[in-house]
């Protein structure tokens, strides 16, 4: 159990996140004033500020995730005939569609939903992240429909309830305190029929192990106290706060990432990463 | 704030440190330049060979590619093709993927409107015994192999291929150096001797066994070459015959192989030392089909070991109800050769362990160079172009950009999973042949002869050579 949890998980999600995790924890903390500068972890955010966009630094697992992240929304959105019948196998097949991305970070998802035609709005509440995200996406002049904002979801909710046709938040929700609030700051962003989707971590023994016991306590590979276990979330749970905001589940998929070859499969257990799409009533 | 982001160990204040940091994030002037300038192109295929071709044609077809711009460059004069009552040289047998893709892309229709043999049945012998194998289209639902002259072929494709928008061929090209994509660059630069300058998401290097793609990647590659040549000619047959076979027969200097054109015509690659073959080369016509005669009927001193190993064996198999060589068919015998269609071909092997860098992927002979042995060659490329169509079409569908690495892994690695074990069997077959050593004789007899008893076993050979 404890080598499939180690095979399942690899290393690469958890010190990724613990890298988001340092931009978080900075930008968070830059309205505050009693701060002090820790010169490691600037350290690492300098590497991490260069290998974001590289695809094989350390946001390489983020990466290669949009190979099932992309076609989840994707084809989910066509499977709920939310992308009009002529554009499904076009190359911009979510042309028209107004797409939230919450928790948006540098933009490795934001841009290549924008490149399918959407519209799309990304959020994080990084003001270094979105900064990137925005020059990243100067850097290729036909990205004209992405609007990035340094905003959190509830902020945003106030002045777009009932806005976009699909919320995605992606590995973000193992992030959040409430996640209630979050869930229900997400689902009123959407319009009627919209759709939500989400990936996130299972609160399993497994992912307890995975994702903390090895990550940062064994391997040492990610610092302790980077994963909260306790924010970590069962799919059967955010599924019944989503059916409380009038969100049908269609599809729970498990993930599988191999850290060998950097390359994430669909998988029916869901005991470790699990991706979700729900259709608002 | 009723929503926080999970951070309550440690707290850093990083805002006036910021523009102290080294970003890596400048916007690159020259990429902006270059994307707008009529100059760069979503894809440059180098090199306008048959695969190179062919991939500006499939890409081209590609709905996803309907937005995208397709430059080939090649350094042949523009190809002008005229029908010949001669057949040409150079022909490859095409397998059924092959012929498959080349009807999808519309440049079958073509071939059928000029001319091309069909092969329903292929016969392989040893010279040093009596083990053979066949392959029967009747073992299988389709046809075995097509014939097509090379120029034929590429005809066609460019048929294809000038009807479309989103593809530009630029005949003549000479191409100075590639620069390829750094860390953070997403471009693969192109420097032309006359200074022109071309950009692009993604380079495809078809350009053949000597890649200069490959070799501008600096990624591994192994490569030997067999102290070979192929002889290749045009044959006339003695006997108008349903010409329908394809023939190769096993002998210690390397296979000898005809392949059908018409009822009267066959297609002659025969590989041999490269002695042997300046010899052949040199020799009068009536000589050379001497020669070639012999080559295909002489029998050969049988080693007694090996004759009586190969009788038990075909008793055993007969016990077990296995078919033995009882259906043998007679090889034609050749009446004459095509005036001026002998020439000679160097062989070797050549395999570059990585078919793609970032931006940069190999295709065709430019990452692979087999043995002609299994007429193999070039559907190897083609089952690259089918791939790398399929992948970079899911690239485009799912918003990513054409050079990432994670769609060409997934190329390299399609791709590698069928040639690797496609190119060691050939390489295998090739040295396995190459000797006259008793022991290796009769075990490459049995297991021809065992091959071909085992129907199954016959059926998964063929279905991978056909893929
Ligand atoms: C004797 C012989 C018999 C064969 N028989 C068969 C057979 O029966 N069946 C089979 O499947 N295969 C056969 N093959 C193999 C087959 O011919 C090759 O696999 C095939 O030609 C490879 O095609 P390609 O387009 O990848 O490369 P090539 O045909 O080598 O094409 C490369 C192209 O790139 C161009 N080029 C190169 N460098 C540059 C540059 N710097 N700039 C611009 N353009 C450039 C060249 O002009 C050329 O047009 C045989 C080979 C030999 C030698």
Known sequence: MLTKAIRNYGPHPPKKFSHLMKILIASHTTSSSSTTVDHTELKHFKDLSSSWWDEMGRMKALHSMNKLRIPLVRDGLINVGTVKKEFVGTTKPLQDLQILEVGCGGGILTEPLAKLGSKITGIDVSSELIEQAKQHAAQNLSLTNINYSLESIDDHVKRNAEKYDAVVASEVLEHVTDQKVFLEACVKCLKPKGSIFITTINKTTLSWLGGIVFAEYVLNFVPRGTHDWNKFIAPHITQRVLEDYKCRTRIIHGLCYNFLTNSWSWISDTSINYALHAVKD | ?467
């Open chain 2, 1 to 467: 704030m009723s929503f926080n982001i999970m951070f309550l160990r440690k707290t850093v204040n990083v805002r006036n440190t910021l523009n102290r940091l080294p970003f890596n994030l400048n916007t690159n002037s020259i990429l902006k330049y270059s994307i707008n300038s009529s100059n760069h192109y979503d894809v440059v295929i180098a090199g306008g060979g048959m695969v190179g071709t062919t991939l500006a044609c499939t890409l081209g077809k590609n709905t996803k590619f309907s937005d995208r711009r397709i430059l080939l460059l090649e350094s042949g004069k523009k190809f002008k093709w005229q029908l010949k009552e001669q057949y040409s040289n150079r022909v490859s047998a095409l397998n059924p993927s092959t012929y498959n893709l080349l009807d999808r892309v519309g440049a079958w229709k073509h071939i059928t409107d000029v001319r091309y043999g069909s092969v329903k049945r292929m016969q392989v012998w040893d010279a040093l015994s009596d083990a053979m194998i066949t392959f029967n289209h009747d073992e299988l639902s389709e046809m075995v192999a097509y014939i097509v002259e090379n120029d034929v072929l590429l005809a066609a494709v460019g048929k294809e291929l000038e009807q479309l928008q989103n593809v530009t061929t630029i005949n003549e090209a000479k191409i100075k150096e590639y620069q390829l994509p750094k860390k953070h660059e997403d471009t693969s630069t192109i420097n032309m001797e006359d200074g022109t300058t071309y950009t692009c998401n993604v380079l495809l290097g078809c350009d053949g066994a000597n890649s200069l793609v490959r070799k501008t990647m600096g990624v591994h590659y192994v490569s030997w070459n067999y102290n070979q040549k192929g002889i290749v000619a045009t044959v006339k047959l003695s006997e108008d015959t349903e010409n329908v076979v394809a023939w190769q027969r096993f002998l210690p200097t390397g296979p000898v192989a005809l392949l059908p054109l018409t009822n009267k015509l066959s297609s002659l690659v025969w590989s041999t030392t490269t002695e042997h073959a300046k010899t052949l080369l040199g020799l009068s016509e009536e000589q050379f089909v001497d020669a070639l005669n012999e080559a295909i009927w002489k029998t050969h001193q049988q080693n007694s070991m090996v004759t009586e190993a190969m009788k038990t064996f075909n008793k055993c198999l007969d016990f077990i109800q296995l078919p033995s060589s009882a259906v043998r068919q007679l090889p034609p015998s050749i009446s004459g050769v095509e005036p001026g269609s002998r020439a000679a071909f160097p062989l070797g092997f050549g395999h570059a362990s990585n078919y793609i860098t970032k931006g940069v992927a190999l295709v065709g002979d430019a990452a692979h160079r087999v043995h002609p042995l299994a007429g193999q060659g070039v559907n190897l490329g083609f089952g690259d172009v089918n791939t790398l169509d399929r992948i970079l079409g899911e690239a485009i569908y799912s918003g990513s950009s054409l050079g990432s690495l994670n769609y060409l892994k997934q190329y390299e690695s399609e791709r590698q999973q069928h040639n690797v074990p496609t190119m060691l069997a050939i390489d295998g077959l090739h040295k396995l042949y190459n000797t006259e050593f008793t022991p290796v004789v009769i075990l490459r007899s049995l297991g021809l002869q065992f091959t071909h008893a085992l129907n199954p076993l016959k059926k998964a050979i063929i279905q991978h050579a056909a893929q």
